[in-house]
């Protein structure tokens, strides 16, 4: 069965910090690694990666995937209290077919 | 304009009713979902569907039935509510190639009483 592990679960930091939130998967056939932020609505596309080693990076946030080790980070420097968010990763296959996603890692930034 | 929106945002009902969520994209796109996020925050998905073929997720019970007029649309339909029907459910929309990247809509509020 595919699946996803995230890990943290939950974190809290404080502003400044630099935070490393970790995704493993096992998926059939697999094809990309996305990275959402979800706060109060709806998931926000982050990132999507489909080869090893090749970083993707978006101001503060960066993130890599190591296919041969079947796991992603993602990177968030000098944290923000409006990174607070939970972070979801999902996995798609080559079949078209929907995300699998992680439980996802509570962030909390505190002042 | 919304790319994916929903109605409605929220949904109070009693166990036993039928009820049904919207949604409609306006992106083009030739592929739509329906996930449900439950209190641990955990997103699954329930069932993916384009012009050519749905697929469902065999854990959905057959109390849920995806229901599409055209491209741009897909509605789910829940009929028997049970108490663990209550979750988020988001609708999402894709371009099929695209390795399941996608847009979400905002989310519908579901609770059973």
């Known amino acids: 069965e595919d699946k996803v592990v995230q890990s943290p679960l939950s974190l809290v930091v404080h502003e400044g910090d630099t935070v490393t939130l970790n995704c493993s998967y096992e998926v059939t056939n697999f094809r990309s690694l996305l990275w959402y932020k979800q706060e109060k609505k709806a998931p926000t596309f982050l990132f999507m990666l489909?080869?090893?080693?090749i970083e993707k990076k978006s101001g503060r946030l960066s993130s890599i995937l190591d296919k041969k080790e079947l796991f992603s980070i993602l990177n968030i420097t000098a944290t923000q209290t409006g990174d607070s968010a939970i972070y979801l990763c999902a996995a798609s296959p080559h079949s078209g077919y929907a995300l699998n996603f992680g439980k996802g890692t509570s962030l909390l930034v505190t002042p | 304009d919304t790319a994916v929106s929903q109605t409605p945002k929220y949904l109070v009902t009693q166990m036993g009713n039928d009820k049904s969520i919207k949604c409609e994209q306006n992106?083009?796109?030739?592929?739509m979902y329906w996930y449900k996020q439950d209190s641990k925050k955990f997103l699954k998905i329930m069932f993916s569907?384009?012009?050519?073929?749905?697929?469902i997720n065999e854990t959905v019970p057959n109390r849920f039935s995806p229901k599409s007029p055209d491209k741009a649309h897909l509605n789910l339909h829940i009929n028997s509510l049970e108490l663990g029907d209550s979750a988020v459910y988001f609708c999402a929309s894709g371009e099929s190639g695209t390795g399941g990247l996608g847009t979400f809509g905002s989310g519908t509020r579901l609770t059973v009483v």
């Open positions: 992106l083009g796109h030739d592929t």
């Open positions: 489909t080869s090893s080693g």
């Open positions: 569907y384009n012009n050519k073929e749905l697929i």
